[in-house]
């Protein structure tokens, strides 16, 4: 995952409100069913906030039931990265963003087939590029 240097931080705490910089850089998560993702039904494409690199189509998310934004699998194969995270004492894996190393939320393995994983996002973080092709 990308090192931000101080500089990087100062200019990002100028651009993002504080809401997506709590999530992105100090790994926050935003309340359940509180982002307007988690009920998105248009074809398109869900980008980085931070940096715009594509994450996830439109036709990998699925009403999950948790309240957030979920996918069965991220676009682009490695524009995804995970690390393992004690915060709740039991380990969780969380996802961050390949490219800025923004902190997306957590994967677990209870989502739908075809892959069983269930990409549990902060819709704060998401950008979404609605659209016929998905980038």
């Known amino acids: ?11 990002l ?6 809401h ?7 790994e926050g998560t935003e309340r359940a069913f509180t982002h307007p ?16 690199i594509p994450l996830f189509a439109s036709s990998a998310k699925y009403d999950s ?3 957030w934004p979920s996918f069965w699998e991220p676009l682009g194969g ?10 709740l004492r039991l380990p969780r894996t969380e996802i961050h963003c390949a ?23 902060n819709g704060g973080v998401l950008d979404f590029k609605p659209g016929d092709g998905e980038t």
């Open 78 to 87: 490695d524009n995804v990265e995970t690390k393992t995270d004690y915060k």
């Open 1 to 11: 995952m990308p090192k931000l240097s101080e500089t990087e931080i100062a200019a």
């Open 65 to 67: 039931g948790s309240g």
């Open 37 to 52: 993702f988690n009920t998105e039904k248009r074809a398109g494409a869900y980008h980085c906030k931070v940096c715009d």
């Open 20 to 26: 997506t910089y709590a999530i992105a850089f100090e």
């Open 13 to 18: 705490k100028a651009r993002l409100d504080p």
């Open 99 to 121: 490219n800025c190393g923004a902190h997306l939320g957590h994967v677990f393995a209870d989502g739908p087939q075809p892959t069983g994983q269930r990409y549990c996002t």
